[in-house]
């Protein structure tokens, strides 16, 4: 059964930095696209950030420029930089994993970012 499990939100000022971490466990994780996304209060969930199996990467406007994903295979972990935070990204992080070439889909369970003075 696959799980993913987030980590590395909290509370950080505005220009300061997070970096949250995603760890797949049952399966190959190098067959995954991985990807996180975001909702803040009474919006929908959107996307920030993905990065396929052979580690292309995509970003939303909103992120590009301040946020890098990446990913180690060996470790089974997607990770999000998040730098120069603005009170606009609060927001829950989810991390989410699609395996390639099929319909599977998979969500962490959330982790808590929130950015304020």
């Known amino acids: 059964q696959v799980q993913l499990v987030e980590s590395g939100g909290g509370l950080v000022q505005p220009g300061g930095s997070l970096r949250l971490s995603c760890a797949l466990s049952?399966?190959?994780?190098?067959?995954?696209?991985m990807g996180w996304y975001r909702q803040a209060p009474g919006k929908q969930r959107e996307l920030v950030a993905v990065?396929?199996?052979?580690?292309?990467?995509n970003y939303a406007d909103s992120v590009t420029g301040r946020f890098t994903i990446s990913r180690d295979n060996a470790k089974k972990t997607v990770y999000l930089q998040m730098n120069s935070l603005k009170p606009e990204d609060t927001a829950i992080y989810y991390c989410?994993?699609?395996?390639?070439?099929?319909?599977?889909?998979?969500w962490g369970q959330g982790t808590q970012v929130t950015v304020s003075s």
């Open positions: 989410n994993a699609v395996r390639t070439a099929t319909a599977l889909n998979y």
């Open positions: 990065i396929t199996s052979g580690s292309s990467t």
């Open positions: 049952g399966s190959i994780f190098s067959l995954y696209n």
